[in-house]
Every structure is written in C-alpha cells, then in structure tokens.
C-alpha cells in the first residue's frame, strides 16, 4: 500500500518537473501548457482513482480471507467433535 502510494507521489512528481520544464518565461500559459496541465491532472486522478480501487480490493480480499478462516476453525472443532464421539462408541 505504502509503495502504491509512493508510486503515486513519484509519478505526480515527475508530471509536474516535466511541466515546469515545458513553461517559457511568460507569465501566461499557452495552449501546449494548459493541454499539458490537463493531461498530467488527468494521469495523477486517474492514479488516484485506481489506489482507492486497490485499497477496496485489498480490504474485500481481507474481509473474505477472515470468513474462511473463521470457516476453517468451525470445521475443525466439528471434526474434533465428530472424532469425539467415535471415539466414545
């Protein structure tokens, strides 16, 4: 998750670096700059969008993973219990 997080903030890093390095010395930003800003806010929401899908998957994945265990251990103590009383017959 953290590295996730850090490829964001890297990737965002690097959009704005390349950004600066297409500004010319005017105050006002043409139209390649602007085209730039758009692309580069589209590619880090698009980032975003696509951690906090991951996060989701991630705690899905957990949540299904605990069920099975909780699984598992019922079906052990049936077991047990099933042997149990065989034992016992």
Known sequence: ???????VVVFAAAMLL????FTGCTKYANEQQLQALE?????AEAAEQALADCKGETASLESQLAEKK???EDMKKEQ???????ADM
Do not use: D, S
Not at 1 to 7: C, W
Not at 39 to 43: D, H, L, M, V
Not at 80 to 86: A, K, T
């Open 18 to 21: 390349v950004l600066m390095a």
């Open 80 to 86: 047990e219990l099933v042997n149990q009383r065989l």
């Open 39 to 43: 692309e580069t806010k589209a590619a």
């Open 70 to 72: 909780q699984a598992l």
């Open 1 to 7: 998750m953290r590295k996730a997080l850090r490829t």
